[in-house]
């Protein structure tokens, strides 16, 4: 990966009493040193990618500390890794997003709880949900509630989110139980600050290692008959009771006080600078969150303690309960409290908010005023109606002076190499027909929109292969999987290629190895370059010397098997091609090569701007459209969709199609030479070579062209 967390780094050593200045999910880390965590692992993914990125960029400090950090190769991996918090007293921490992750850990996760820990487990989870998701969306919520794990949702202040990383360490070993914290995208990129503590060199470290395995052999550490069945009662009897006493003794949970205390609002922790928003649009909440509601925020969302939703509601008359996402975990738990304790106070939240979807400051606006307007109608609360009608108007001023936008979907980037494997399919589709296409994970999902529109399936991460196993029997043309390398190596190795083989299926499955886990922020895999391979390949050329791939797939037993350097169109072409019609019935894969090209141009760029500030001679690769030449059609647009290829007005007065152009930021990846050429389209592309700081002999040709022209 080459993007540096210097600064990040250096945060992470700040001492006792310092000011840590920085994100959200920057403080988790922080927290977890300070916390004195043993290891730490993972699987990256937004919105907590930053996490385990920065703990693996700063392994030499953390070596310092004793502290082990694992960059594990799914999240199934790092839910097991907290295996070593069930025999030892050593504090564990993990990282991933949030449903999918916790879905591909989930049986790791049932396991650990069922066995229970004795050293503090924390999961840190990117709750993926609303409208920056990517993942299908899901609550986490409810796999803490079948697993009885704990659920931590923090206020998003610096100051709560470190206090509940280190309470959570310390609720975990009270109760034996691990504990999850679901960070929202705005609770990890939230700013702030707080007072930072010194780190803590965890008691068991790789410094201090264990003598071996515990002394005396405990059967019930073991999640496994019988055991198993007394630990599902102490989960009930006796975890349950001590977290709930953990939480109620330490105020986990807190009570902002308001004047209008007929009615209260009890909100998710991760929703509160919503909530507040919300209220201060109604006039009902001030700058520093003084709130004239009263609000009760659950910084623990599971379980939550009785004896606090019946102390915050026994004199109310209503309340209202903000809790985002489906099913209403919390207003049903609520609800049964409140009957229990015979507590009259009304009860709201689902009627009067959405069932679905993300609690944006509009959405909590309506339902808050709508929950005051018909219980606190002392409060003047007109200035959320003058705000809701605003947007309102505002919305319908955008929508009269913009017309109908079109849809702007995800692209690749520029010179991405996935794109022309995907041009090179659409123009083989012309000859044997549109197949089947099952989409992965990963950027080559991309190609499921304008103007690949191929992909007909997404079921998760390394799945496409599996999730064509059912097509294709029942196809008369062979279904086509696509995954990333990450994906291949996450679930698609086992789930995909193992299962097909071993059922001596159809298929083709094209793996797009651009070296990195790119979608998620360009972390290494097992698969990708080393360090001296990207070194030797400044300016350009292959850096996928590894054959890790290639040598798994053999290894397993596939017999066709094809790589491809993903920018000859042509190649990739008839290769795909040939894969689709071939009388070899058994699985056939093609291995398509090109390096990430965010990745490269992170590194290649600062190695060009140092030699141009030394002088040195730099050629730069630019692709243009003759202007004069291009008939209009747009055809390279509709097999390239590359952002640099657009269009401008037509120059020539007597034509009014506009032509096609290449804008500033095309990177020379050369794919629009080669789709005109493979597609045989108007010769209007043309290959520029910009020479920056010339030697004699460039001056010379370029003096002499001008002669000529
Ligand atoms: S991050 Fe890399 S692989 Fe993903 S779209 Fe960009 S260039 Fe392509
Ligand atoms: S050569 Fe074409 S496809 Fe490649 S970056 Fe430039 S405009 Fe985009």
């Not at 979608?519 to 895999?525: D, F, P």
């Not at 350009?540 to 098997?561: F, P, S």
């Amino acid at each position: 990966m080459e993007r540096q967390f210097t600064r990040e780094i250096e945060s992470l050593r700040l001492g006792s009493g310092e000011v840590f200045h920085g994100e959200g999910i920057l403080a988790v880390t922080k927290a977890l040193l300070q916390s004195g965590v043993s290891y730490v692992g993972g699987y990256q993914g937004a919105p907590v990618s930053h996490l385990l990125d920065v703990m693996v960029q700063a392994r030499d400090y953390l070596d310092e500390l004793g502290v082990h950090v694992e960059a594990c190769a799914s999240e199934a991996g790092a839910a097991a890794m907290l295996g070593a918090s069930v025999n030892y007293p050593a504090r564990g921490a993990v990282t991933w997003k949030s449903i999918v992750g916790t879905n591909v850990a989930s049986d790791a996760l049932s396991y650990l709880s069922s066995a229970g820990v004795i050293g503090g487990t924390l999961i840190v989870c990117g709750e993926d949900y609303g409208e920056g998701a990517s993942v299908a969306l899901e609550r986490t919520h409810a796999v803490a509630m079948k697993s009885s794990m704990w659920m931590l949702d923090p206020r998003p202040n610096l100051g709560t989110i470190v206090e509940m990383v280190e309470r959570g360490f310390e609720l975990s070993e009270a109760s034996n139980t691990p504990v999850m914290m679901e960070l929202r995208i705005r609770a990890c990129h939230v700013r702030g600050s707080f007072v930072s503590k010194q780190n803590v060199a965890p008691a068991l470290s790789t410094l201090h290692k264990l003598e071996g395995p515990p002394q005396e052999f405990v059967y019930d550490r073991l999640a496994h008959p019988p055991a198993i069945f007394r630990q599902e009662k102490l989960k009930a009897e006796v975890r349950l009771p001590a977290a709930r006493k953990f939480i109620a003794a330490h105020r986990l949970n807190e009570v902002f006080p308001g004047e209008a205390s007929d009615v209260g609002i009890v909100v998710q922790g991760g929703l509160y600078n919503g909530l507040l928003r919300a209220l201060r649009v109604q006039g009902l909440a001030d700058d520093f969150g003084a709130s004239r509601v009263p609000i009760l925020a659950l910084n623990v969302v599971y379980p939550l303690v009785p004896g606090e939703i019946v102390e915050f509601a026994k004199n109310k008359k209503s309340i209202l309960v903000v809790e985002e996402g489906q099913p209403e975990f919390i207003e049903q738990e609520i609800a049964t409290i409140l009957r229990r304790a015979d507590v009259p106070a009304r009860l709201h939240g689902k009627d009067l908010l959405l069932m679905a979807g993300e609690y944006t400051t509009e959405v909590l606006v309506r339902g808050v005023s709508a929950f005051l307007k018909e219980h606190a109608a002392g409060l003047d609360a007109s200035s959320g109606a003058r705000w809701l009608e605003g947007v309102a108007s505002t919305r319908k001023k955008a929508g009269e002076l913009l017309g109908a936008m079109p849809a702007r979907p995800p692209n690749f980037c520029v010179g991405c190499p996935e794109r022309p494997v995907f041009s090179a399919m659409k123009l083989v589709a012309k000859d044997v027909g549109r197949p089947h296409v099952s989409m992965d994970i990963g950027c080559h999902a991309f190609a499921s929109f304008e103007p690949f529109s191929q992909g007909n399936t997404v079921l998760g991460y390394g799945m496409s292969l599996a999730a064509a196993a059912g097509v294709g029997p029942m196809s008369a043309r062979r279904p086509v999987a696509v995954m990333g390398d990450g994906g291949f190596w996450h679930n698609g190795l086992l789930s995909g290629v193992a299962s097909r083989l071993l059922n001596h299926g159809d298929g083709v499955l094209v793996v797009m190895k651009n070296g990195y886990a790119s979608a998620t922020g360009t972390q290494e895999l097992i698969s990708s370059p080393t360090e001296e391979a990207r070194r030797t390949a400044i300016g350009g050329g292959a850096v996928h010397a590894d054959r890790r791939i290639e040598n798994a797939l053999t290894g397993m037993g596939v017999q066709w098997l094809r790589t491809v350097n993903n920018y000859d169109v042509g190649a990739v072409a008839k290769t795909y091609k040939e894969a689709m019609t071939t009388e070899y019935a058994g699985l056939k894969v093609i291995v398509a090569e090109g390096e990430c090209q965010l990745e490269r141009q992170r590194r290649v760029r600062p190695q060009v701007a140092e030699k141009l500030r030394n002088g040195e001679r730099q050629v730069r690769v630019k692709y243009g459209v003759d202007e004069d030449t291009c008939t209009g059609d747009h055809s390279c647009i509709r097999l390239s969709g590359c952002p640099t290829l657009t269009v401008k007005d037509n120059p020539d007065p007597l034509r009014r199609d506009p032509v096609a152009t290449v804008i500033d930021g095309c990177v020379g990846c050369g794919l629009c030479g080669e789709n005109a050429h493979a597609a045989i389209l108007c010769p209007s592309f043309y290959r520029a070579e910009v020479v920056q700081n010339p030697n004699l002999w460039d001056k010379f040709v370029a003096s002499m062209r001008k002669l000529l022209q």
